[in-house]
């Protein structure tokens, strides 16, 4: 008897022959949407003008608005169009492996309401069965090339947008305009489909543990495509456990928040870092939101080792902004008394001194920054009362 799995490997095209397509994907998506594409039309409608630009004495430099304005028009067509031709080339190929793309996000117009840029396109994995297959067929030396991360990582986010998409509120699917059932099922596929893949995903070097020893080997600047990569497998590794305890809504927050992630590792703007770009107020609410929702979570009897894990993270990220805001008060109490001696030695009034790179600047009366790091001290101090007592 013939294996079915043996005819389904036959028919498999190879890992570069469909990371290439996705590429062209990934090119489309840059070329025309969002800004990418008013960009092109910008620098095409500019260059095709470029004869009259300065002519405003005459009045002919209404024609570069005009050819902008064409530009953009033909941008959006030729977008359309090559959206077409994605889907016709590649689309055989993306269906043999359970993925699919699919017109997603919304278009930008300009102020008279015209269409300045294309939809998106988007990956789905169809048919988790066939992507596992395709998974298994595939080297860890073939997915960790630019197309390979780009592809694999794009499928991992598409399933994380599922699951999310159903989580936190009982009206999302209304807003979907999906059965409440029909909601739960794909919902919960998604779920199922992450835990079929992730041992493929793991042999391949995508996981959270093999994020963080590349995060650990390069540098800062370097780091942020990597934290993303974490953001989202480092999620979906832990969905599945969450869903059974009946805790993923509060997971998920928790997670989005910066809540549970090391600051090191956190892709956007962890904890310890709100003090630095908060006014008092800002961050006064950001800080007893943070502890509210400790509050709701313990008392949620199943939720006492998530509610562990949050309380030890944010309790590190306030001694770590503490610490912050204690050494730039200092630093800035120094920085400012020199500052105002300077002033007074120059009669207070402003004067000009020579920079180490041979610039003129004229130096005024000095204003004491380190109030800014003195309040926001305050905030973290009073939150870390509160924090001792929850």
């Keep these: 008897m013939v294996d079915p799995k043996e005819i389904r490997n036959q028919n498999i095209p190879s890992f570069e022959l469909v990371s290439d397509a996705y590429s062209d994907v990934v090119m489309h998506n840059k070329s025309h949407t969002g800004f990418g594409g008013i960009f092109g039309a910008l620098i095409g409608g500019s260059l095709e003008g470029a004869d009259v630009i300065g002519a405003v004495d005459d009045g002919t430099s209404d024609d570069i608005y005009k050819k902008i304005g064409d530009k953009l ?50 990956l789905l994995v169809e048919n988790t069965q066939l992507f596992a297959d395709f998974l298994e067929s595939t080297s860890p030396e073939e ?13 991992a986010t598409s399933i994380d947008r599922t699951i999310k998409s159903f989580v936190g509120s009982d009206d999302a699917h209304h807003d979907l305009g999906i059965d409440i059932d029909v909601a739960n099922e794909i919902h919960e596929n998604a779920l199922r489909s992450w835990d079929e893949l992730s041992d493929e995903y793991k042999r391949l070097g995508y996981s959270s543990d ?43 927050e928790a997670w989005e928040m910066g809540y549970i992630t090391p600051e090191e590792e956190y892709y956007a703007w962890p904890p310890a870092s709100w003090a630095e770009d908060m006014r008092p107020e800002e961050l006064t609410t950001r800080w007893e939101k943070s502890m509210d929702f400790i509050d709701s979570l313990k008392k949620k009897p199943a939720a006492q080792g998530l509610v562990r894990i949050v309380r030890n993270n944010l309790h590190l990220s306030l001694d770590s902004s503490l610490k912050r805001m204690q050494e730039g008060e200092s630093k800035s109490v120094r920085h400012y008394e020199k500052e105002a001696k300077d002033w007074k030695d120059n009669g207070e009034k402003d004067y000009e001194i020579v920079s180490d790179d041979g610039i003129k600047l004229t130096k005024r009366k000095p204003y004491d920054t380190s109030l800014y790091f003195r309040d926001n001290k305050i905030v973290l101090e009073t939150a870390k009362l509160r924090f001792q007592q929850i």
């Excluded at 997915?143 to 499928?155: F, V």
């Excluded at 540098?219 to 456990?241: H, T």
């Design 210 to 252: 093999a994020i963080r020893e590349k995060l650990a080997q390069v540098d800062i600047e370097d780091a942020n495509s990597l934290k993303r990569q974490l953001q989202i497998l480092g999620g979906l590794e832990q969905y599945v456990e969450y869903w059974g305890e009946g805790l993923l809504p509060e997971f998920l």
């Design 143 to 155: 997915a960790q090339t630019q197309e390979g991360s780009e592809l694999l990582m794009d499928a």
């Design 73 to 122: 028009k033909e941008r959006v067509l030729e977008g359309e169009m090559n959206a077409e031709l994605q889907d016709m080339f590649h689309a055989d190929k993306f269906i043999r492996v359970g993925l699919r793309i699919v017109p997603s996000g919304s278009h930008m117009e300009d102020g008279a309401g015209n269409r300045v840029s294309s939809n998106g396109l988007k």
